[in-house]
């Protein structure tokens, strides 16, 4: 089994930045991969970024060169980070952690990033 706790949603005008983490414990040692989903209102949820732990990342086309993701790990946490600049009133939504471990998917409660115009 895996925890997340999810931290750094807000509100922000366009143009900002917000940074989001997720940190991952329990059985974090069977974790292959960390990334983040988001849901706007009336859409569907969809991949942001996503990194394995061999450092391998992926990212929608729509954030490519504004967001950066990355991890951290230590004995007792893995933690992912959403580094995200040049933020655009369209990335607002809801922003969930998303975790693999043993094959199985791991969700987080959801964080809420607004971004003004």
């Known amino acids: 089994q895996v925890q997340l706790v999810e931290s750094g949603g807000g509100l922000v005008q366009a143009g900002g930045s917000l940074r989001l983490s997720c940190a991952a414990s329990?059985?974090?040692?069977?974790?292959?991969?960390m990334g983040w989903y988001r849901q706007a209102p009336g859409k569907q949820r969809e991949l942001v970024a996503i990194?394995?732990?061999?450092?391998?990342?992926?990212?929608a086309d729509s954030v490519k060169g504004r967001i950066t993701i990355s991890i951290s790990r230590d004995n007792a946490k893995n933690t992912v980070y959403l580094q995200m600049n040049s933020l655009k009133p369209e990335d607002t939504a809801n922003y969930y952690c998303?975790?693999?471990?043993?094959?199985?998917?791991?969700w987080g409660q959801g964080t809420q990033v607004t971004v003004s115009s």
């Open positions: 990194i394995t732990m061999g450092g391998s990342t992926n990212y």
């Open positions: 998303y975790v693999v471990a043993s094959l199985s998917p791991y």
């Open positions: 329990g059985s974090i040692f069977s974790i292959t991969a």
